[in-house]
C-alpha cells in the first residue's frame, strides 16, 4: 500500500464547475499537508499549505484536512480553464521534514 | 527573493551518453536541494537530496548519481545514459531544517530523451 493515494484522473469538467481532488494517507504522524499544480511541461507550483486539521481558504480554492480519515481535499470554485493542470499532493510529519510524501497527482481539465 | 534556474529545458541524448544537468539556486543559504523524476502521467520520484556540501542521500539504486560541489548548486550526472532515464527531471529546493519550513520549489524541469 502506497504512502499516499491520489486518484491520477484524468478528471475532465465544464467551465464554472466545483472541482473535488482528494488524497488518501496511511501515516498518522502527517501533519503538513500541500497542494501543488503543475502546468504541462512546467514544474510544480505550490497551491495550498495547511497544518493539522480543518479548512483554509484562498480566492477559489480551499484545502480540507481530516485527519480522523486520513483524508485530504482540495476543492475549486468556479474552475476555469486555466486550472487545466495536474495537481499533486503533499504531506510530512514535521516542518524539518527533509522529505515530502507526494500523491502521484490528478490531471484536470476543464473545459470552456 | 529566492529563484530556482534549472537548464537545459530539454535534451535529446543517445544510449550510452553522458549526462550532466545543472540546479542553481539564488536568494537563500544552505538549502535543501533535490532531484526528482517524474514518468509521464505520474507522480515525483525522488532521487537524490542534500542537507549540505559534499552530503548526497540517494533514494533508489540507479545509473545515476548527483553532486554539490557549491552551496546552491546541485548536478544530476550519470557516465552512460539507458533508455530507462528518459523523463521529465525536476530540481527542487527547500529551506534548511533549522528553519523548520518544509515548502519544495521547484525548478522548470529538464525533459531528457535517451534514444
Known amino acids: 500500500q502506497k504512502e499516499v493515494e491520489q486518484d491520477p484522473g484524468p478528471l475532465s469538467v465544464p467551465e464554472g464547475a466545483i472541482v473535488s481532488l482528494n488524497c488518501t494517507y496511511s501515516n498518522s504522524a502527517f501533519q503538513y499537508f500541500m497542494w501543488y499544480r503543475q502546468y504541462s511541461r512546467k514544474g510544480p507550483e505550490l497551491l495550498m499549505y495547511?497544518?493539522?486539521?480543518g479548512n483554509k481558504e484562498d480566492g477559489r480554492f480551499t484545502a480540507q484536512v481530516d485527519k480522523s480519515s486520513k483524508y485530504i481535499s482540495l476543492f475549486i470554485r468556479d474552475s476555469q480553464p486555466s486550472d487545466s493542470a495536474t495537481y499533486l499532493c503533499a504531506m510530512s510529519e514535521d516542518q524539518g521534514a527533509q522529505k515530502l510524501v507526494f500523491g502521484q497527482g490528478t490531471r484536470l481539465t476543464i473545459n470552456p | 527573493s529566492q529563484t530556482i534556474h534549472q537548464w537545459p529545458a530539454t535534451l535529446v541524448q543517445p544510449v550510452g551518453s553522458p549526462l550532466s544537468l545543472e540546479c542553481t539556486v539564488e536568494?537563500?543559504?544552505?538549502?535543501?536541494l533535490y532531484w526528482y523524476r517524474q514518468a509521464a502521467g505520474r507522480g515525483l520520484q525522488l532521487l537524490f537530496y542534500?542537507?549540505?556540501?559534499?552530503?548526497i542521500s540517494s533514494e533508489v539504486p540507479q545509473n545515476l548519481s548527483a553532486s554539490r560541489p557549491q552551496d546552491r548548486q546541485f548536478i544530476l550526472s550519470s557516465k552512460k545514459l539507458l533508455l530507462s532515464d528518459s523523463g521529465f527531471y525536476l530540481c527542487?529546493?527547500?529551506?534548511?531544517?533549522?528553519?523548520?519550513?518544509?515548502?519544495?520549489?521547484f525548478g522548470a524541469g529538464t525533459r531528457l530523451s535517451v534514444l
Open positions: 527542487a529546493w527547500s529551506a534548511p531544517p533549522t528553519m523548520a519550513k518544509n515548502i519544495q520549489y
Open positions: 542534500s542537507v549540505g556540501i559534499g552530503q
Open positions: 536568494g537563500t543559504s544552505n538549502p535543501n
Open positions: 495547511t497544518y493539522s486539521s
